[in-house]
């Protein structure tokens, strides 16, 4: 089933968290026929898991850290984000390994983390434009997509991957659906490669400036297993629409 995830980034308080998901479960119709995931900030995690109980809509978190408990200030743990509802959490996402600086080792620790927790890691890959520019973007994603899964290549298929080249996030400039699908397909022989069961099982992602006006444009290929929006997603009916667009 096609994934359709709202990143929500360093947006909205616990009130307006609950005026959003009162107004998006509005729109929310069949959601047994697409899987949709919210990823609020985490202190709207706990509300918001409350609110979508047995709605069908799924929760997630932007971020974790490896280890279970202990002396590190500000993080917060896979069995916290458990606790409170949460079946997925976005790793490496390029503003974590940008701005926060987060190495491919740290995101590789969080994926066998979250395995190990159980919850469904969507792990975050894209080439910056110079990259692009450099004719690098296969090698750039190759490399981060190897980093991150190494050693646990036995179980790619419990990851989702989305792919989200750095120049179009949050900039109104999408990725072609044709490049897009380009480097969706490279991923999928690469993970093939890397674990032949994982076919079929982890879904590929597309994200960078995905509107309701284009995403019906990225989800008639069937690469494109699903979707990960960030501004677009800050409206409930925006959203629900980039849902309910293929
Ligand atoms: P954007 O962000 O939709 O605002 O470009 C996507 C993302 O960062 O996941």
Redesign the pocket.
């Known amino acids: 089933m096609r994934l359709i995830a709202a990143?929500w980034?360093m947006h909205k308080t616990v009130s307006e968290t609950q005026e959003y998901i009162s107004k998006f479960l509005k729109f929310v119709e069949h959601p047994e026929s697409r899987e949709i995931l919210l990823c609020p900030p985490f202190t709207s995690l706990y509300v918001a898991g409350k609110l979508l109980e047995g709605t069908g809509v799924k929760l997630g978190a932007q971020n974790c850290f490896y280890e279970k408990e202990g002396a590190f200030t500000g993080e917060i743990s896979l069995p916290m984000l458990k606790e409170i509802g949460c079946s997925y959490v976005?790793v490496g996402?390029?503003?974590r390994r940008h701005i926060f600086g987060e190495s491919d080792e740290t995101i590789n620790r969080k994926l066998v983390a979250c395995l190990e927790e159980g919850i469904r890691p969507i792990l975050?890959v894209g080439e910056k434009l110079e990259d692009r520019e450099a004719g690098m973007t296969f090698k750039v994603v190759e490399t981060q997509i190897r980093l991150a899964l190494s050693g646990i290549e036995e179980h790619i298929d419990r990851i989702d991957i989305?792919y989200?080249p750095v120049w179009?996030?949050?900039?109104?400039v999408?990725a072609t659906p044709e490049d897009a699908v380009a480097v969706h397909r490279f991923i999928k022989e690469l993970i093939k490669d890397l674990n032949p069961k994982s076919e079929g099982k982890t879904r590929i992602l597309y994200?960078?400036?995905?509107?309701p006006g284009n995403a019906s444009e990225f989800m008639k290929h069937s690469e494109i297993e699903g979707l990960?929006?960030?501004?677009?997603?800050l409206d409930p009916e925006s959203f629900a629409k980039i849902v309910y667009s293929f």
């Not at 179009?168 to 109104?172: E, K, L, R």
């Not at 990960?228 to 997603?233: D, E, F």
């Open positions: 990143n980034k976005i996402h390029s503003e975050c989305a989200e179009a996030i949050g900039t109104g999408p994200g960078g400036s995905v509107k990960l929006v960030g501004g677009a997603s």
